[in-house]
């Protein structure tokens, strides 16, 4: 009598069997209550200071997003890049080096089912180690503080995608190579590529600031201040799929290696094309709380009826700390209101050290239909109001008030034990009793 | 012991498979053919490339050429996986997962029939360690998984790589008995095997392959005719010796 359930059922219960047979998954969950821990114990006093020290409406200062879930949730960055890749490599590895995978491969089968199963089983055990973060969430709101879901949602989805970016290069490099100790060795080696493509956009601005701002590092800081943008979505997408794609071409044991070579090449080319079209991609989603990646609502209405095509023209180094805030705090906001504004950055040396007396450094230019104005100021407000009288045009008043702040002086009670010893116990406890079941 | 038909309709024919590892030829120009219902014996020394033939065969490996045709058909990638199913040397797969859990899930990824599970069972003595983790068990044991896993997917033909492997005497002879039934069942086996005298119990064919070259094929009797006809004939038509003259 056949099983009533389908291949791809059968494959995805075995692949989250041999997921919780795995001590490398059982390690991270272990792990990642600790890891969190630590970042929220830390993160609730220092706001506990600044918040004892700011006193009611202090503002944007007593920010949880920045101040507890910022520090609390970059545990999973540190997990996605040090622990999550070898659990990935070893539903891939595991099954090669046991046979396993000679079997399976002869079962005609979409090598996307295939690739898709241990990828969607490994994202879920990724998904099972929020669980820290939950309990990092219910302590924060025990001791009254205040919670807010859109931004707690975004940041969620922001780990999702890393996780599944990680996870997706992780299988394609393992189904690439024989071993996992040199899958383990090239991914770190890719994790580490991203790091000097920041480094390089960091000190040397140019194309490497524009290929920097999709780097998982780059991806995620922006979910992590509640900022959703299509384009930074769909290029992680497609750079997961392109992923999953050419792990699909290298798990075809019997495929002469030219033609997977030829079949990846193929893969590299049209995901490349996907991230170019995915970067044109307009629209965001700013769910935090305080607005923090938007220009105020009245400036945005104004600033879409331009009257003309609007160019800046910077003149600060790479590593100038001006042009950094003046990035950060008003030109990115600037971008995602008005996609048509051509900002340039020139400028002679990387560290503007040797460049402050030359004449013209550090000005702003603003070029409106013909008309010219310069300025120094990088607030978000000065360049606004630069903006503003060239056009000739006043934006209404903002209606709603300032964000008050949401000030809190709590000790982390209960956090330790919790994080520290209850996590890796239970955690322990759960692997004994799972593993026992399987057998 | 039963045989198979020997003037069968032809099932499987392969022709020309050449594999190569940079200089060294694997296989060379390997051509043979495969019948419906018998049991067929690759024979060789260790490195004859027997293994290598199965993975190409099985479409886990690349071949450099060569086509096998089924009726006269070639048979692509996909198709060689509907028809052919070959179990490896020295496997150990899901070693984290109990016989009993392995088993089912073969039968049911691969399509099998969840009848078969209790007979196979019986037949390779496996039931003592049905609630073992395969990661724990003897190279004996898991050679029996591996038998029962192959004897438990739907293919028509059923590869194996050294079936006798890492089994006693008494072990050796059971899984050779368990083949011979599974075979009267309408499968063909093809069996990987480097023991002569295993072979000679349980084929009822055999392809002779030594370096990589097919230095013949045919029953016992037909082996020891081609040896002779090339000036080697063997001292008897014990198949150890028809071996020996031929390689």
Redesign the interface.
């Known amino acids: 009598?056949?099983?009533p359930?389908s291949?791809v059922g059968?494959?995805l219960?075995?692949e989250w069997?041999?997921l919780m047979?795995s001590r490398a998954w059982w390690i991270l969950l272990a792990l990642i209550g600790p890891l969190v821990g630590l970042s929220f114990v830390g993160a609730v006093r220092t706001y506990a200071e600044i918040s004892a020290g700011a006193g009611a409406g202090c503002g944007i200062v007593c920010d949880p997003l920045i101040g507890i879930w910022g520090p609390t949730f970059g545990a999973y960055e540190l997990a996605a890049v040090f622990f999550l890749p070898f659990v990935a490599i070893r539903v891939v590895s595991g099954?090669r080096q046991?046979?396993?995978l000679?079997?399976?491969?002869?079962?005609?089968l979409a090598m996307a089912a295939r690739v898709g199963a241990k990828v969607a089983v490994v994202l879920g055990g990724w998904l099972v180690t929020y669980g820290a973060g939950l309990v990092a969430v219910a302590l924060w709101r025990s001791y009254g503080g205040s919670v807010s879901g859109p931004e707690l949602l975004v940041i969620a989805v922001g780990h999702t995608l890393n996780g599944a970016l990680t996870i997706a290069l992780a299988v394609a490099i393992a189904s690439m190579t024989e071993h996992p100790a040199t899958a383990a060795i090239v991914t770190l080696a890719v994790t580490i590529g991203t790091w000097i493509v920041d480094f390089e956009a960091a000190v040397h601005g140019g194309v490497w600031e524009q290929v920097a701002a999709y780097t998982p590092a780059a991806m995620v800081a922006q979910f992590q201040h509640a900022l959703l943008q299509v384009n930074v979505t769909a290029i992680a997408i497609a750079l997961a799929a392109g992923s999953m794609a050419v792990a699909g071409v290298w798990l075809q044991?019997?495929?002469?290696?030219a033609?997977r070579l030829m079949q990846s090449a193929g893969v590299l080319a049209a995901t490349a094309a996907l991230v170019a079209a995915a970067a044109l991609l307009p629209g965001y989603w700013d769910a935090s709380e305080t607005r923090r990646n938007s220009l105020p609502e009245p400036a945005r209405e104004v600033l879409e009826h331009l009257p003309a095509p609007l160019t800046i023209e910077v003149h600060l180094a790479a590593q100038d700390a001006r042009r950094l805030e003046l990035e950060r705090v008003a030109l990115a906001k600037l971008r995602r209101a008005l996609p048509s504004v051509k900002i340039v950055y020139t400028s002679r040396t990387s560290t503007g050290l040797y460049e402050q007396a030359d004449p013209g450094y550090g000005e702003i230019w603003y070029s409106l239909g013909g008309k010219r104005a310069m300025s120094r100021i990088i607030t978000e407000e000065g360049v606004l109001e630069t903006i503003f009288d060239l056009a000739g045009v006043s934006p209404a008043e903002e209606s709603e008030g300032a964000f008050a702040g949401h000030p809190l002086v709590s000790e982390p009670r209960g956090a330790a034990p919790l994080f520290y010893g209850a996590w890796p116990v239970a955690v322990g406890g759960a692997f004994w009793f799972v593993?026992r079941r399987?057998? | 012991m039963p045989r198979a038909e020997f003037d069968a309709p032809l099932l499987i024919r392969v022709s020309g498979v050449t594999k190569s590892y940079g200089r060294l030829v694997a296989l060379a120009d390997v051509s043979f053919s495969i019948r419906p219902g018998e049991v067929l014996g690759l024979i060789g020394p260790n490195g004859a490339g027997k293994t290598t033939l199965f993975e190409c065969l099985a479409g886990v490996l690349s071949r450099d050429s060569g086509v096998v045709t089924l009726d006269g058909r070639p048979l692509t990638a996909r198709d060689l996986h509907a028809h052919l199913f070959y179990v490896p040397d020295g496997i150990a797969p899901w070693p984290a997962e109990s016989v009993r859990w392995a088993l089912e899930y073969v039968t049911g990824f691969f399509g099998g029939s969840t009848d078969r599970i209790e007979d196979v069972t019986r037949q390779l003595d496996l039931a003592a360690v049905l609630d073992g983790s395969i990661g724990t068990l003897s190279k004996g044991q898991r050679k029996r998984v591996a038998l029962a896993v192959g004897m438990l997917t739907p293919q028509r033909v059923l590869l194996v790589d050294e079936p006798f492997d890492g089994l006693d005497l008494r072990q050796g002879r059971d899984a050779a008995a368990a083949l011979r039934a599974h075979a009267a069942t309408g499968r063909t086996l093809v069996l990987s095997i480097h023991q002569i005298a295993d072979a000679a119990r349980v084929c009822d064919r055999f392809v002779l392959l030594s370096g990589g070259r097919v230095k013949g094929e045919g029953g016992t009797a037909e082996l020891a005719a081609l040896a002779a006809s090339r000036g080697q004939a063997p001292a008897s038509h014990d198949l150890e010796e028809v071996f020996l003259a031929l390689t």
Do not use: C, N, Y
């Open positions: 009598m056949p099983s359930r291949a059968w494959l219960i075995k069997r041999e047979a099954d046991s046979g396993a000679k079997l399976e491969l002869q079962r005609p044991m019997g495929a002469p290696v033609r593993t399987l057998v």
